[in-house]
């Protein structure tokens, strides 16, 4: 990655835990699409309300050349993003099945020998 890993906390404590969970995450993403540019990272805990529980959003931006891919995992009454780390992988998850369709993507231009 040319640009450090950015990891921003809103309305949440920092927590090494968490940080070492996205570096984690962001290393594996690393090894499925090598050329990622930055990631910036969002954890927030935007509302704090007594009938939905302390649900978390994470936002992740990634830059590839020539792209920049936005996930946004957000609560909307799902009860298990009220555990951060159920937010965090899920937002992987579906930033690695898009890094893996830009790898996709980039092998068949390679084979039509555009690029």
Known sequence: MQTPLQIT?????????????IREKVAKL????????SVRVVV???HRSSNNGNAF??????TI????IAINRQPENNHAYED???VIRDAFVAAERQ???EA?????AKQHGVG
Do not use: C, H, T
């Not at 690393?30 to 540019?37: A, K, L, N």
């Not at 959003?57 to 990634?62: A, F, G, T, W, Y």
């Not at 050349?65 to 920049?68: I, R």
């Open 9 to 21: 906390f809103q309305d949440i404590e920092p927590s090494e835990f968490i940080e070492s969970r």
């Open 44 to 46: 927030a805990a935007p």
């Open 104 to 108: 996709a993507i980039r092998r068949e």
């Open 65 to 68: 050349p020539g792209k920049e």
């Open 99 to 101: 890094l893996k369709s």
């Open 30 to 37: 690393e090894r499925f699409y090598d050329r990622i540019v």
């Open 84 to 86: 951060v780390y159920v």
């Open 57 to 62: 959003n994470v936002r992740l931006d990634i």
